[in-house]
């Protein structure tokens, strides 16, 4: 399962969001991956997502992978387009 943004947020994925992102990654079982900028870092590691630098304009990847991978990959997408960090890639 997997569902690509593209960064709208002016100051991109900063710290507070970052960690609200990732404590809610590690609230499911499933394997959480994102790719942005031709990276792949595991979604469960704020040192991971902090180290990317994503700033506005940035087309990322969140796949998931598990029993729960469909509910992760949407409640991660409520919050990316809720919290005004990203729009679903294409719209």
Do not use: C, W
Request: net charge negative; glycine share 10%; no cysteine.
């Amino acid at each position: 399962m997997k569902q690509s943004f593209l960064i709208i947020s002016e100051y991109g994925i900063h710290a507070r969001p970052a960690t609200r992102l990732v404590n809610l990654a590690m609230s499911f079982e499933a394997d959480i991956d994102l790719a942005a900028m031709g990276k792949t870092i595991n979604l469960k590691s704020i040192m991971g997502l902090m180290s990317l630098g994503i700033y506005k304009g940035e087309l990322v990847t969140i796949t998931a992978d598990g029993s729960d991978a469909d509910k992760a990959i949407a409640a991660i997408t409520d919050f990316i387009i809720i919290e005004g960090i990203g729009r679903l890639d294409g719209e």
